[in-house]
Nanobody
Framework: QVQLVESGGGLVQAGGSLRLSCVAS????????MGWFRQAPGKEREFVAG????????YYADSVKGRFTISRDNGKKTVSLQMNSLKAEDTAVYHC?????????????????WGQGTQVTVSS
């Protein structure tokens, strides 16, 4: 069983940057593909970015492509999301997720483990 804890959220002005981190415990981190999802008030949870178990391959939602970068450090059991050029519409609770065969999927059902989330608020 994998436990995930996110950090790094906060309040930032439009155009600014934030870096989210997610630390894993309780499992073999390198066995899992990792993803970031977000959920804004009144909206469904949506995929943001994903990375395969080795960190070799990454993929992004069209809405964040070119602005966000996902990375992982298997030695430190962490996955990060660097967010640049933030927009008001990026405001949401951001969750990291782990899945044993989730590579390439934008579907939340492909991920079996979830963190509690960290709030990102972008003021315009």
């Amino acid at each position: 069983q994998v436990q995930l804890v996110e950090s790094g959220g906060g309040l930032v002005q439009a155009g600014g940057s934030l870096r989210l981190s997610c630390v894993a415990s309780g499992g073999t981190f390198r066995n899992y593909d990792m993803g970031w999802f977000r959920q804004a008030p009144g909206k469904e949870r949506e995929f943001v970015a994903g990375i395969n178990w080795s960190g070799t391959f990454t993929y992004y939602a069209d809405s964040v492509k070119g602005r966000f970068t996902i990375s992982r450090d298997n030695g430190k059991k962490t996955v990060s999301l660097q967010m640049n050029s933030l927009k008001a519409e990026d405001t949401a609770v951001y969750h990291c997720a782990a899945g044993s065969a989730a590579w390439g999927s934008h579907q939340s059902g492909s991920y079996g483990y979830w963190g509690q989330g960290t709030q990102v608020t972008v003021s315009s």
